[in-house]
């Protein structure tokens, strides 16, 4: 059953599994316990449950008695969170990182400062001011240089960006000045940056090139998330705009980058693919989970080539191909243009172990396109070197050529493997439940327990699994192959009645634990019967005597017998009984 056992309440806490969890008012989310406090014929009202999932309307859901999911949207329940253990206090944050000062932001560009005399038209900023009673300009005001004194080189007259216009200089009012000059890239503890005025993607780190509420001109930040309009949010706040900010590419990054192209196929295990739309219209809450240009690799996709998990979510995150909502990302060599015109280097030689790709059917080997193998053998010749063995049903293949052969990628082998790993099980099998069981998706499952197979291709997001149903009661669940045991009639049989015993062995142990004995226990003064073959079937009195093997019991008639120990049938324990006298 789904319903929690064993959960002590303590006021407004409770205990479950060594583990304390207190009352809260916050959203429930997965790993909490809720406490049921509506009705319903499918959950116990007062019963305690673990959260399992939270589907896309941020409504938890738990599993039910009878092994099923439950939605608790428009249910009473009542949220207790995990009480974690003390931990040591976090630091403080550092200050966001900021441009050094010898580069400088005006009107949403970068300039570096330079010591040098400005000419006419240059851009400067105010450097050095000694006498404040002459002077109608501050320490880093900028402006434009609109000519020069005549008499004294060193002296420019500057028209800021404030409005007034003064000479400034050494010999004018003591002050010094930078010619500021654009640029395109800056130096970041020891990292070059190239500028780039774009939309940014999440990853990307950030220069913020305007004062504003939640950031100054000069902090750098990286981007948490993209908004559909090129918004996005980082440390420092919660939504910034394009215009806010430029994006900092670094050199040496970029080069390293691996490079993709875009394909709309339906996309394998353990591909990449990229979120291109939400044409299908079933995100509800596209920027809580997931940005357009997030990219991520395939763990479960369906006949239909829909996603359903992936490997850097541990929520449900389903992508429709139908909708063309992503593409996959195929690696493409940086010499690809070269290696058009130019003929490629050939592969290194397959070896022993390795995993290839039939793409030529030749009559001797009995392998068809496309089928992944595993290189056998090897003699070394330059024709026909290889045996090999098909990864779908092991079948073994007479001599292989090169030329019918190519290294097959990290995806479809793992793809060949899982469809092999399926392929052993069929409708109708009786398996053994070895790893896995109560958790999601085998909630009220227990290891070690014999299942039937209901159906070995699902659809959706258990695709890579296969559906199993409790021999009794009611409700399935999802294993991958790795997770159970195929097992013949002969051993499913042999195995029921081991399970069968072993049930029994327990039933009785607990039917005597009940009254403070182990099994066969018996104290004197106790009343029991014998059930044999012998001659003291049906006895029935009260035991006097506790040997090794025997009882001594003296019959209600007086007549003393003494029975095989394990032929005894306890029926009325000593502790119960009382005599008239105590009555």
């Known amino acids: 059953m789904a319903k929690l056992n064993g959960v002590t309440a303590v006021s407004e806490r409770i205990q479950y599994n060594g583990a304390e969890y207190v009352k809260s008012d916050e959203a429930a989310v997965v790993g909490d316990i809720i406490r049921f406090d509506d009705s319903s014929s499918c959950v116990t009202t007062g019963g305690f449950y673990e959260v399992t999932r939270i589907d896309s309307f941020d409504d938890p859901q738990v599993t039910d008695d009878d092994g099923d999911e439950f939605d608790l949207c428009g249910n009473d329940f009542t949220v207790f969170k995990r009480v974690e253990a003390a931990v040591a206090p976090t630091p403080p944050e550092s200050p966001a990182p900021t441009l050094t000062d010898q580069y400088v932001i005006h009107d949403g560009k970068v300039y570096v400062k330079e010591a040098r005399k400005a000419t006419k038209g240059d851009t400067v900023i105010v450097t050095k001011v000694e006498r404040d009673s002459l002077r109608s300009f501050s320490l880093g005001d900028i402006g434009t240089v609109t000519g020069r004194r005549g008499w004294v080189d060193a002296d420019i007259h500057v028209k800021f960006t404030s409005g007034n216009e003064k000479f400034i200089g050494p010999s004018a009012s003591n002050s010094e000045y930078n010619v500021l000059v654009p640029t395109d890239t800056v130096t970041i503890d020891g990292v070059e940056y190239t500028l780039e005025k774009r939309k940014a993607a999440k990853g990307d780190r950030v220069l913020v090139v305007t004062h504003f509420t939640y950031g100054k001109s000069g902090q750098i930040a990286d981007v948490e998330m993209v908004y559909g309009d090129g918004d996005v949010k980082t440390p ?254 002969a051993e499913a049989e042999q195995a029921r009645k081991e399970q069968a015993e072993a049930a029994a062995k327990a039933a009785e142990e607990a039917k005597w634990a009940k009254i403070g004995r182990k099994v066969n226990e018996f104290k004197a003064g106790d009343i029991v019967t014998v059930n044999s073959n012998d001659r003291y079937n049906g006895v029935t009195g009260r035991v006097e005597d506790i040997g090794d093997d025997l009882l001594g019991i003296r019959e209600f008639n007086g007549k003393y017998r003494g029975p095989w120990k394990k032929d005894c049938v306890l029926l009325a324990p000593v502790e119960s009984l009382f005599s008239r006298q105590e009555a």
């Open 236 to 489: 420092l706040n919660e939504r910034m705009l394009p215009s806010r900010y430029i994006v900092l590419a670094p050199k040496v990054a970029a080069a390293a980058q691996p490079k993709y192209r875009e394909v709309k196929r339906k996309a394998n295990v353990g591909e990449r693919i990229r979120i291109v739309s939400y044409n299908c219209g079933n995100h509800a809450f596209p920027d809580k989970y997931v940005n357009v240009g997030d990219e991520f690799t395939v763990e479960s996709v369906d006949r239909d080539g829909d996603v359903w998990y992936v490997k850097e979510r541990k929520i449900e995150s389903l992508f429709y191909y139908s909708c063309g909502e992503y593409v996959v990302l195929e690696p493409v060599a940086p010499d690809a243009k070269k290696a058009e015109t130019k003929s490629a280097e050939p592969e290194p030689r397959l070896k022993v172990g390795e995993y290839a790709k039939v793409i030529r059917n030749n009559v001797g080997n009995a392998m068809a396109p496309n089928d992944i193998v595993e290189i056998t053998y090897d003699d070394g010749g330059k024709h026909f070197p290889y045996k090999a063995k098909r990864v779908s049903d092991g079948k073994t293949s007479n001599w292989i050529a090169i030329h019918e052969l190519v290294r097959a990628t990290d995806a479809e082998v793992a793809e060949a493997k899982r469809k092999a790993a399926k392929a052993q099980f069929s409708v109708g099998d009786t398996v053994k439940l070895v790893s896995g069981g109560g958790k999601w998706p085998l909630l009220g499952f227990e290891d070690g327990k014999l299942y039937e197979i209901v159906n070995v291709s699902p659809r959706g997001r258990n695709a890579n699994e296969i559906e199993i149903k409790k021999t009794e009661g009611r409700g399935s669940g999802y294993a991958t192959p790795d997770k159970i045991i195929k097992l013949t009639p």
